[in-house]
């Protein structure tokens, strides 16, 4: 992509400059933190992957289980969830296209102003994955129960396009994940037809090979193991 004309210098740890025209932004300008509990009866319990929000199967008592869910946050769709326990392993965030119920121990994100999510998804995934988030982080260490506060995570600065150009960002991201998951599907049918090939090929060598009469190693070559073999 091309640069901007014109940039400007701007005081953040892990950016020099941006584009003249861009603003910045503390979180809590743009997202509040939902703590709505929900009140159904059988809500439905979701989980945050790294790669989607999902629907947690609790029917086969796998994992930590819950005694009661009525101090479970309420998630909405499009709603921005953030785990603040794990800021080393990758980009633990996602944007939920299902409602249902998460564990409090999460982030859930709704926006105050208009803007787009999926530009802000990606933004928070490489906060996570340039390890920047675990650079505010507190706790024990940083190998243990490092975390990210809610105080911390609503005064984190953030990068502000004009909406335009964050559904041009997005959308650019969007496409080019989608050419990376094409070609590495791709890679993966190669590899899958390369398998089947060996597979066949050494299946051919098997067959062949039960037209030969089947002798015992002695037979055709003296085998030593501390002691000569002597041939019957």
């Not at 910045?24 to 159904?40: G, H, N, Q, V």
């Not at 289980?65 to 990758?90: Q, T």
């Not at 802000?120 to 994955?129: I, L, S």
């Not at 150009?165 to 496409?175: H, P, S, Y």
């Amino acid at each position: 992509m091309k640069r901007y004309k014109k940039y400007r210098k701007v005081d953040l740890p892990w950016l020099k400059e941006v584009p003249e025209h861009w603003g910045t932004e503390k979180i809590k300008r743009l997202f509040y933190i939902s703590k709505d509990l929900s009140t159904k009866e059988n809500p439905v319990i979701l989980s945050l992957a790294r790669d989607k929000v999902k629907v947690r199967d609790i029917s086969n008592n796998k994992g930590q289980i819950a005694v009661d869910y009525s101090n479970y946050n309420k998630v909405e769709k499009g709603d921005l969830l953030l785990n603040p326990m794990d800021l080393y392993s990758g980009a633990n965030c996602n944007i939920s296209y299902i409602e249902g119920v998460i564990s409090p121990a999460y982030i859930n994100l709704r926006n105050k102003v208009k803007l787009n999510k999926k530009y802000y998804d990606y933004w928070f995934k490489a906060q996570y994955t340039s390890l920047a988030l675990q650079s505010v982080g507190k706790g024990v260490s940083k190998d243990n129960r490092w975390t990210l506060t809610n105080e911390t995570l609503l005064n984190y600065v953030t990068l502000t396009p004009p909406l335009s150009e964050q559904n041009q960002i997005a959308k650019f991201l969007d496409w080019k994940i989608g050419e990376i998951d094409r070609l590495v599907g791709l890679e993966k049918n190669k590899i899958e037809k390369l398998d089947e090939l060996l597979f066949n090929k050494l299946n051919s060598i098997y067959d062949n090979l039960k037209n030969y009469n089947l002798v015992t190693l002695k037979r055709i070559s003296n085998v030593y193991s501390g002691k000569e073999v002597v041939d019957e």
